[in-house]
């Protein structure tokens, strides 16, 4: 398989559940990201992730953790999440080293929160 | 910081209309652009992009130019198909180094037959 897998495509959970989205990229690319899309708002970087380690944690509240325990994979694990927390999360890859080059996304994870 | 403005959509042509998507940017450096597409249920594809002034970027018909001077990287395309429907995104990076994209809200684009 190519490309960036996300799984679960969809997800519902209660807000004193704890779940975990995987992203997986097959590329041989050095950085990952994820970013929340969430409706009629631009899509926000959360965390990147370079070589495997954290470089980007845009002000993103402590009940979303990211974990990257080696290039080719990105967890982000959720607990006592809210109901705006509901959005489509993608997960994204690149070279990493040239600003230039091409992010290539997954298709996300539908998640919502009740 | 850096940002991207691009048009309100949603906006609805005929098939075989000439399509412009506004984008404007701010950033601090001399970034690089592009424009992403997302079909329903899918993630974000990369159409097109530019890493310089008076670039142009071309894929599948469409094409934007990259002009510092007006900090603009519009979406042009001469004659839209049904299959064009879906949203798209202006983005930047800020080059070597700092791969992280910034996007805009993103246009939908509905072409009707």
């Known amino acids: 398989e190519t490309g960036v897998t996300q799984t679960p495509r969809h997800l519902v959970m209660g807000m004193t559940n704890k779940k975990s989205l995987k992203c997986e990229q097959h590329l041989g690319h050095n950085a990952m990201y994820w970013y929340k899309q969430s409706a009629k708002k631009p899509l926000e970087l959360m965390f990147v992730y370079n070589f495997k380690e954290q470089t980007e944690n845009n002000s993103v509240p402590s009940r979303f953790s990211p974990e990257c325990p080696n290039s080719s994979h990105l967890f982000l694990h959720l607990h006592t999440l809210q109901p705006e927390d509901s959005a489509l999360y993608l997960c994204?890859?690149?070279?990493?080293?040239?600003?230039?080059?091409?992010?290539?996304f997954g298709q996300g994870t539908r998640l919502t929160v009740v | 910081g850096d940002s991207v403005t691009q048009m309100e959509g949603p906006v609805t042509l005929s098939e075989e209309a000439f399509l412009t998507i506004n984008c404007t940017y701010t950033?601090?450096?001399?970034?690089?652009l592009f424009w992403y597409v997302q079909y329903p249920g899918e993630g974000l594809q990369l159409l097109l992009k530019?890493?310089?002034?008076?670039d142009k970027g071309s894929n599948k018909g469409f094409e934007a130019t990259y002009r510092k001077e007006t900090t603009s990287f519009h979406l042009e395309k001469g004659s839209v198909q049904v299959s064009d429907s879906a949203v798209y995104f202006c983005a930047l990076s800020e080059g070597f180094g700092n791969e992280k994209l910034t996007f805009g809200t993103g246009t939908r684009l509905t072409i009707i037959p």
């Open positions: 530019a890493t310089k002034a008076d």
């Open positions: 994204a890859s690149s070279q990493g080293d040239r600003g230039d080059t091409e992010a290539f």
């Open positions: 950033a601090t450096g001399y970034p690089s």
